[in-house]
């Protein structure tokens, strides 16, 4: 069981935009820590796509974006590709006892 | 550019221990620390442990503590991870990973491509 909730999977046809949901706890998110994310294509290493809750890494596509409120953050991947199929994870600085880092669960892209 | 190069598979028996490396190259080695997480089957990401190349100093989670060393050669820019009584439910892919740590500030860019270990009976 992840610490941070993440929905399992989003679908969404070419072009379209989908979020993906990244929930919290008053010990991570809740406790205004940043949150980043991370791209994972099938087969290889993950790949930081955000960092910092809203900051792309240089060569990251504008169309992914970063967001965070109070106790969650989301990422949004907008005008979706077929190369955006994927599984992406949340990450957030954690002062519980099952920190310093906690990862989202995961959520699977698919593209339509 | 910058790289993290990782040792091969390995295939470890039950109560066994592995030890598993990363190279790193293209930046200032102790200008960054080192992370491990790891990745069963089909699951997600889970940290292990982390330490800094600049002092030796190391933390770790709580789920490894005892099981799990992470060391480093600062005169070959490599980062080792020895994971020890391995167990079935250890067979993982163990990714290294740059580790950018300020405070409560902590990210991951980039990662190793993933040492595959497989423990078996």
């Known amino acids: 069981q992840s610490v941070l909730t993440q929905p399992p999977s989003v679908s969404g046809a070419p072009g379209q935009t989908v979020t993906i949901s990244c929930t919290g706890t008053?010990?991570?998110?809740?406790?205004?820590?940043?949150v980043h994310w991370y791209q994972q294509l099938p087969g290889i290493a993950p790949k930081l796509l955000i960092y910092?809750?809203?900051n792309r890494p240089s060569g990251v596509p504008d169309r992914f974006s970063g967001s965070k409120s109070a106790t969650s953050a989301s990422l949004a991947i907008s005008g979706l590709q077929s190369e955006d199929e994927a599984d992406y994870y949340c990450?957030?600085?954690?002062?519980?006892?099952?920190?310093?880092?906690?990862f989202g669960g995961g959520t699977k892209v698919t593209v339509l | 550019q910058i790289q993290l190069v990782q040792s091969g598979a390995e295939v470890k028996k039950s109560g066994a221990s592995v030890k598993v490396s990363c190279k790193a190259s293209?930046?200032?080695?102790?200008?960054?620390?080192i992370s491990w997480v790891r990745q069963a089957p089909g699951q997600g990401l889970e940290w292990m442990g982390w330490i800094s190349t600049y002092n030796g100093d190391s933390k770790y989670a709580q789920k490894f503590q005892g099981r799990v060393t992470v060391t480093t050669d600062t005169s070959t820019n490599t980062v080792y991870m020895e994971l020890r009584s391995l167990r079935f439910d250890d067979t993982a892919t163990y990714f290294c990973?740059?580790?950018?740590?300020?405070?409560?500030?902590?990210?991951?860019?980039?990662w190793g491509q993933g040492t595959l270990v497989t423990v078996s009976s």
């Open positions: 990450q957030s600085y954690d002062t519980s006892l099952s920190g310093p880092v906690a």
């Open positions: 293209g930046y200032t080695f102790i200008n960054y620390g």
């Open positions: 990973t740059r580790t950018k740590w300020f405070g409560e500030l902590l990210w991951f860019d980039p």
């Open positions: 008053i010990s991570n998110i809740g406790a205004g820590h940043d």
């Open positions: 910092g809750n809203t």
